[in-house]
């Protein structure tokens, strides 16, 4: 059994390229950019800055692909500076590093995300597994957008790259935790599934929740928690091994496998105080995988991810305004906390 402390996050290695835009046009429309802002994006990169900048004292990894561009240099240096260990991340020159342009409306806070995927496409589980995982949790995202680990095994055919991958982490002692991004596809129940018993963590908003389980209404206006209740217990019972966490824009849930259910609401922060939503829901990651990491229970774990995800709310880009631990868990203790 893995004994050691620390987390390695592998997938997506994303630059953001922040556009902040009066509002959001129509098709065809016009809008002003105001502001653009280079930034972190993708699960493992905006989970491991968090984590650093939150203090946290243990061993971070990085595994991934980046092209031999600039953008993978900013990566590489900004992983320098936040002591996060990239000798998982290989530079290669087939293709470029990946990158998204995110529109948020400086109107709303809202955004939209236009993607490449570049050098994440070359991501396996043999370069997952070949380097040494022996942390105490590994965080992988984001499922349905990494090429080589949603195929399907050409030796075990009823099984995902991720799946397979995922199955022999466990076997290692580690504990694994996933996350999905909110593609507008019906690819849901073929990628996913396959992955469900062979994960601890899962993290998924709404959206996600719904494409897998086909149960509606979960979060419309207000939280359904018969509805949630139901999603949750179905996505045990497909396979999750520990603990389903659901986030959406009010609150967050914990649903594990002991029948524990632990509903959490957002901590409140003015209009004025919200300058963007990117990266919220993986610093909510963030925030909950520190908590279980020091063997927190899931209630505690709750207020820790709602807190962090409001400090990342401070700022149009991922991470920039994640302060530590501490400055994260005053917030959740002095400020007011929403109701669902």
Same mark, same amino acid.
């Given at each position: 059994?893995? +004994?050691? +402390?620390?987390? *390695? %996050? ?21 809008? $002003? ?15 491991? +800055? %968090? ?39 290989? @530079?290669?020159?087939?293709? $470029? ?21 570049? %050098? ?15 942390? +105490? ?10 090429? $080589? ?7 075990? &055919? ?21 996350? !999905? ?9 073929? @990628? ?16 996600? =929740?719904?494409?897998? &389980?086909?149960?509606?209404?979960? @979060? ?10 139901? =999603? *949750?217990?179905? !996505? ?20 594990? /496998? ?18 963007? &939503? ?12 520190? %908590? ?13 991810? @709602?807190?962090?995800? =409001? *400090?990342?709310?401070?700022?149009? &880009? ?6 530590? !631990?501490? /400055? ?9 906390? #929403? #109701?669902?």
């Amino acid at each position: 059994m893995i +004994k050691n +402390k620390g987390i *390695t %996050a592998a997938g997506n290695w994303i630059i953001d390229r922040t556009k902040i835009i009066d509002d959001y046009p129509h098709q065809d429309g016009l809008c $002003n950019i105001i502001e653009e802002i280079v930034s972190n994006g993708g699960a493992p990169y905006n989970v491991l +800055k %968090a984590l650093s900048k939150m203090g946290f004292p243990f061993s971070l990894k990085g595994i991934g692909s980046i092209g031999s561009d600039d953008l993978g240099d900013i990566i590489l240096k900004d992983c320098q500076q936040l002591k996060i260990d990239t000798q998982g991340i290989i @530079v290669n020159t087939k293709f $470029n590093t990946s990158y998204t342009d995110v529109m948020t409306s400086r109107k709303t806070g809202r955004r939209t995300f236009f993607h490449y995927r570049g %050098a994440n496409a070359l991501l396996t589980k043999e370069l997952i597994l070949k380097n040494s995982l022996q942390n +105490k949790i590994f965080h992988l995202g984001y499922l349905l957008l990494l090429d $080589n680990l949603d195929q399907f095994s050409s030796i075990e &055919t009823q099984m995902t790259e991720a799946a397979i991958l995922l199955r022999d982490i466990r076997e290692r002692g580690i504990k694994t935790s996933v996350d !999905l991004v909110s593609e507008n596809s019906d690819r849901f129940i073929d @990628v996913i599934t396959p992955s469900l018993p062979f994960i601890d963590y899962l993290f998924l908003n709404e959206y996600e =929740a719904f494409k897998l &389980t086909g149960i509606e209404s979960i @979060v419309k206006e207000k939280l359904h928690v018969e509805n949630v209740k139901k =999603a *949750t217990s179905q !996505l045990l019972d497909m396979g999750v091994n520990d603990t389903v966490f659901l986030h959406f824009e009010n609150g967050a849930v914990a649903a594990s /496998k002991t029948n524990e259910l632990y509903l959490q609401p957002k901590v409140k922060l003015s209009d004025h105080e919200i300058k963007g &939503t990117a990266g919220a829901g993986d610093a909510f990651a963030a925030g909950v995988l520190y %908590a279980l990491h020091e063997d927190r229970n899931n209630k505690e774990a709750l207020r820790w991810g @709602v807190a962090t995800a =409001a *400090t990342s709310l401070r700022h149009p &880009t991922c991470s920039e305004s994640i302060p530590t !631990l501490s /400055k994260i868990l005053d917030l959740y203790n002095t400020q007011k906390i #929403s #109701s669902l």
